[in-house]
């Protein structure tokens, strides 16, 4: 069992059941702690745990949102196909959309994201692996 397969907080997520961590490596979250939970100082609700693929991330960079790119001074190191992150969760919608949603690691996804996109959709892509 890895670090990720472990509930990180009390938090839930979209399934009901305990959050799990996002991602360590890249380290994701709104506050760098590997999960997507919640955070009142949060103002984009990076709430969905993504997969990200080379598609989604033109797409964002398409958007105004180059996620490829590092910027030290955000302790972002740029992400690449296959990543795990916590992304915005109106970026997912979009991108959702616009056919160029990434696949979703749903135990990973907070359940506060629900507020923005439908279940349904997240289930549709949900990540196998």
Excluded: Q
């Amino acid at each position: 069992m890895s670090t990720e397969d472990l509930p990180v907080s009390n938090a839930l997520n979209v399934l009901g059941g305990p959050l799990l961590a996002c991602s360590y490596d890249p380290l994701t979250g709104w506050d760098r702690t590997g999960c997507c939970d919640a955070s009142p100082d949060d103002l984009g609700r990076h709430h969905v745990c993504v997969k990200v693929t080379a598609e989604f991330l033109r797409f964002s960079a398409m958007r105004g949102n180059d996620l490829s790119t590092p910027r030290p001074e955000f302790r972002f190191a740029g992400l690449k196909p296959g990543d795990r992150w916590c992304l915005c969760a109106m970026r997912w919608r979009e991108a959702w959309e616009a056919g160029f949603a990434p696949p979703v690691v749903l135990a990973a996804t907070h359940i506060a994201a629900l507020e923005l996109i439908p279940l349904d959709a997240l289930r549709e892509h949900a990540y196998k692996g």
